[in-house]
């Protein structure tokens, strides 16, 4: 059984293809983050323009890529949302074209299910599981008990925690998209120099709020000199700071509904330091964590085609008039 997996839901066009819902054929991401880098971060107009450019292409590659031809293509999973309203209807409006070309089906699939479930790409996660889903435009903890059997325990109420690290470097200057740049700098860094403040972190809840983080580290900054001496200190503990935040309350969630399986997903599961603090802290409770590879954290096209694999074997596809959304909601 072969699966197209598209994912525009931002500034990546992506396209993968899974074959009977384990064996990835061909996985392929554009990233536009040269486009966006001056402007120092996404320019939502610019990235629906360029996936409208770039699909077409990269549907032909994918399947050069996979070795096979169209027609071998039994349905297609594509972001319905969230994600940027223009960029999401871009995949979605050539898949659309495609499933009535073909005569296939589609499969709409929520793109932060897909971050949750990218893991089983690599392993087989028992459920229930707690899923961590951090990136650049959402940060939420979930209880998965199975395909579209999910509760929201709590998210953000106002930054993502990728965006944190994206608004920090632009204010910086350091470059864009700031999550890679932030860890490569904090490598040579001391995470204890500085204190910041790890907001709501003994609320009696699973939300986060980025925000006041970054102001107080934007507040730091602006009362004293950085240099090119402390710069990677100062980094580093904001990186720490963040991390501790997202460590414990994930964890608490583990522990106090009893689940001892902890999947963590979205672009800023790539860093490593967030790996090592979840691996310490989750080997000390006896937790099992998992982590996808950086290439399945980060948007991709594989992970909506696994999504979409298991609709379609439970022959749950999608009407082809299926709207896009810039948000989603979890029932
Ligand atoms: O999942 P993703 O590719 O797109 C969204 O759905 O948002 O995540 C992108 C986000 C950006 O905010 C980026 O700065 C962050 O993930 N990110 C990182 C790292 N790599 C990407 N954050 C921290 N450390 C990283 N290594
Ligand atoms: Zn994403």
């Keep these: 059984m072969i699966i197209l997996g598209i994912d525009t839901s931002c500034d990546d066009t992506s396209f993968a293809v899974l074959r009977n819902g384990r064996e990835l054929l061909a996985n392929l991401v554009s990233s536009q983050i040269d486009l966006h880098r001056v402007f120092g971060g996404v320019v939502p107009e610019i990235a629906s323009r360029k996936h409208v450019e770039l699909v077409d292409q990269l549907y032909r590659e994918v399947l050069q890529n996979a070795n096979l031809s169209g027609k071998s293509i039994q349905a297609i999973g594509v ?32 793109h932060i299910e897909a971050h949750a479930m990218s893991i089983l790409l690599e392993y087989d996660v028992e459920f229930p599981f707690i899923a961590l889903v951090v990136s650049g435009g959402h940060t939420i903890i979930l209880r998965i008990d199975d395909f579209g059997l999910y509760k929201v325990l709590g998210s953000t109420r106002d930054d993502a925690a990728g965006e944190a690290f994206d608004k920090i470097a632009k204010f910086l200057g350091l470059g864009y998209p700031g999550g890679r740049i932030i860890e490569e700098m904090s490598k040579e ?56 935040v997202l460590a414990n309350k994930t964890l608490r969630a583990a522990k106090n509904i009893g689940i001892p399986r902890i999947v963590v997903g979205g672009g800023v599961a790539s860093n ?18 998992f982590f996808s590879s950086p290439e399945f954290c980060t948007d991709n096209g594989a992970m909506v085609a696994k999504v979409a694999h298991h609709y379609y074997v439970t022959n749950k596809t999608s009407p082809i008039d299926i709207a896009g959304y810039s948000r989603m909601k979890f029932h």
């Design 189 to 244: 860094g001391k995470p204890d120099h500085v204190f910041f403040p790890r907001p709501m972190i003994d609320d009696n809840n699973y939300d986060f709020s980025f925000s006041g983080l970054k102001t107080a580290m934007i507040n730091y900054i602006k009362k004293y000199n950085v240099n090119n001496e402390n710069i990677s200190d100062i980094l580093s503990s904001f990186q720490e700071a963040a991390f501790d």
């Design 272 to 289: 490593g330091r967030l790996r090592a603090i979840f691996h310490e802290r989750c080997s000390k409770d006896r937790i099992d964590v």
């Design 79 to 110: 972001t319905s949302g969230p994600g940027l309203i223009g960029s999401v209807l871009m995949g979605l409006c050539f898949a659309k074209g495609l499933s009535l070309s073909l005569g296939i089906p589609i499969i709409g699939v929520n």
